[in-house]
């Protein structure tokens, strides 16, 4: 009798599942998500590289779309806060010394391409020069001698007859700025900033060409840019910006994003290979922008940074694309053998192609010739070198990091309208720059119950999972506190990275009694994590793909959220949110994402984005793009107004501005400070 009882209240408990259309697990029936961050990652690459060049179909298509194309762009690469239109700060461009070769001389300048930004470079002049005549940008690659190390190619653009300027980086060269915030010094900031090095060596490439455009001898309708490596991606970059390199040759300085994560190469590349890929882009799409004009593409074939198969389909695509312009003689490829460098044939095919859209002559790559880099030809750093007395005391190469994106100053605000109306824009722009990556369909939930227990709390436990992304299944401990026919108030506590196995419940122990209390381990926490050594990988890969971690695990918070309220014991009005440290910072972006919160419990939580971590990239992880363009941590408690925010233990002082902005616009804080408590 006994066990038949027992049967029955097992039919009945399995008929109530039913009724909320949630089935109870079957270890023989596993869901497919594998919550594997490699393969999510890589899935997310491949969409990307997929989708290049999609919805374009005709030149009408292409004519529509090309501008806001072009803005996206410019934004990606971190152009944002630079005059890319109308006038320009002057380059009072300063020469420095004078070295007279066979055939052509080398000039030794540095020129002032944003107020106290100085660039130094050497301007290669053919001699006789008596009508202006075509010029190269050459823009060096990640080597510590840039302009001495590379100097065998402006040498032989002079003596083809070109004017060539080569222009140091902000990192190596004479002056070492910083290139790899991200990849070597735990400025993961730089995401939030929307910053990349990459914007910089754009915007010192285009008054590169401004200063060339302004020689006298220089045609300036007739320019081009050139690179390896480094300067072979930002030869993309800055032919896609700027429509004056009618020529442009990168080199060993593209591959497709599907196998930069899908093998890894990512982890070898600088921070200057890649925009802030909001938007979602593949080289193909920074191709589009340069055609019509002439593109060469050059890549060795056994390059341990760029695979010659992806290289090879961004080449076959644009080519594509060129045609559907009517300009597919404008495209060509090379492929080299070796490792990541020139070659003999690269070089000459290069210079062929210069002199070709360039000086409208057909001449063969092996007449046209290769660089002579013998000992003999090649000038030491010292005599090439343009800061002789020293750099300039002002420079701010080697900060310009922190100054290159404009973040905005605390918004003015004014009445509870005001206030409204700030808040909508914050989320709008939030949308759009931060979280762009957020699918536009949510998957379906296909909730499961995977376990059930009396003990736990006083009405028992249950777990549910509910799929969050494509990928991801996540699970969902509820601890009942009261009657489950009961519509009661629900907390959801998101569990912390590496946190103690009591620490989660610790935390929240002082919630009211009234308050059921959900724990959920998003995206990187608990059993959904990864190696401690994959962190500074997941970090950077994300990056590229358009997304953080925390905006991944903002976008599981809130699904989570949405799942809670479909239970039919959950008072969908009173659920709120409850985090600590960085996971207190995904409380308050999903909740301000979601507009609807009831409460939010945080502890330690950082008051700003604006934060270096540690140098191995394996500490917090709570960088999201652009974010800072948009608001800061210590803001968004006042755009969460009505939401109760609890402060537990105490608050960082620069959060009184949220609660001075509310006071000011005639709105009670609803900002709780408790101290001393047991947590």
Not at 345 to 368: D, W, Y
């Amino acid at each position: 009798m006994h066990r038949y009882l027992i049967f029955l209240l097992f039919i009945c408990f399995l008929y109530s599942c039913e009724s909320r259309k949630i089935p109870v697990a079957d270890s023989n029936d596993k869901p497919p998500e594998d919550n594997n961050i490699r393969n999510y990652l890589s899935q997310a690459a491949s969409e990307i590289t997929n989708n290049a060049l999609s919805g374009i179909n005709t030149t009408e298509e292409w004519d529509r779309i090309r501008s806001g194309k072009l803005k996206e762009f410019q934004d990606m690469v971190s152009l944002g806060s630079v005059p890319l239109e109308g006038d320009r700060p002057p380059l009072n461009v300063k020469y420095t010394g004078t070295i007279q070769m066979d055939g052509y001389r080398i000039e030794k300048l540095y020129y002032e391409s944003l107020p106290d930004l100085y660039v130094p470079a050497n301007l290669y002049i053919p001699d006789g020069i008596t009508e202006p005549v075509p010029a190269v940008l050459y823009l060096c690659g990640h080597s510590r001698t840039q302009k001495t190390h590379y100097q065998a190619h402006p040498r032989k653009f002079a003596e083809l007859g070109f004017v060539c300027l080569i222009v140091e980086t902000i990192q190596y060269g004479e002056v070492w700025g910083e290139h790899w915030g991200c990849y070597d010094r735990g400025w993961f900031n730089w995401y939030s900033r929307g910053y990349t090095p990459a914007g910089v060596e754009v915007w010192n490439g285009i008054r590169g060409l401004d200063l060339l455009s302004e020689l006298q001898e220089v045609n300036g309708e007739r320019m081009g840019i050139t690179g390896i490596s480094g300067g072979g991606a930002i030869s993309w970059f800055l032919g896609a910006v700027d429509t004056r390199a009618q020529v442009v040759a990168p080199v060993c300085g593209n591959s497709t994003l599907e196998d930069q994560i899908s093998k890894r190469t990512v982890d070898g590349h600088c921070d200057c290979m890649m925009m802030i890929n909001t938007y979602g882009w593949d080289f193909q799409d920074i191709g589009a922008l340069i055609a019509p004009r002439p593109l060469f593409i050059a890549q060795a074939d056994r390059d341990g940074l760029n695979t010659i198969e992806s290289s090879e389909r961004v080449y076959t695509e644009l080519r594509d694309f060129y045609s559907l312009l009517g300009a597919e003689e404008n495209i060509d490829f090379i492929a080299t053998p070796g490792g990541h460098s020139y070659h003999k044939n690269s070089r000459q095919e290069i210079f062929s192609f210069f002199i070709k859209h360039l000086m409208g002559k057909e001449i063969a790559p092996e007449v046209a010739g290769d660089v002579d880099e013998s000992p003999g030809a090649m000038l030491d750093n010292e005599t090439l070198m343009v800061y002789h007395e020293g750099v300039p005391t002002d420079d701010r190469t080697t900060s310009i990091q922190d100054s290159f994106i404009d973040l905005p100053e605390p918004p003015d605000i004014n009445g509870a309208e005001g206030l409204s109306n700030h808040r909508d824009k914050v989320v709008k722009l939030l949308k759009e720059k931060t979280f762009h990556q957020f699918p536009d369909v949510p998957h379906p939930f296909e909730s499961v119950l995977e376990f059930r227990t009396r003990d736990r709390a006083q009405y028992g436990s249950d777990i549910y999972s509910f799929i969050s992304e494509e990928g991801w299944r996540l699970k969902v401990d509820f601890r009942w506190r009261n009657p489950k026919n009961e519509k009661r108030p629900l907390m959801i506590v998101l569990k912390s990275p590496g946190e103690s196995r009591w620490a989660s419940a610790e935390f929240i122990s002082g919630l009211d009694e009234k308050w059921n209390v959900a724990y959920i381990e998003t995206r990187g926490v608990g059993e959904n994590g990864w190696a401690p050594e994959l962190q500074w990988h997941v970090r950077r890969a994300s990056a590229w793909t358009g997304r953080t971690i925390a905006s991944m695990r903002v976008y599981d918070a809130l699904r989570c959220l949405e799942f809670c309220r479909t239970l039919e014991n959950v008072d969908a009005s009173a659920v709120g949110f409850a985090g600590r440290n960085e996971m207190g910072i995904i409380a308050m972006y999903a909740a301000l994402l979601d507009g609807k919160c009831h409460t939010l419990m945080l502890k330690d939580v950082p008051p700003t984005l604006d934060l270096p971590g540690a140098k191995d990239g394996r500490d917090a992880s709570f960088e999201m793009l652009n974010a800072l363009q948009v608001t800061d941590n210590y803001q968004v408690p006042a755009l969460l107004s009505p939401t109760k925010i609890v402060f537990m233990e105490e608050m960082e002082d620069r959060y009184n501005w949220s609660v001075n902005v509310l006071r000011d616009v005639g709105v009670e804080p609803s900002i709780e400070i408790l101290k001393n408590t047991e947590n």
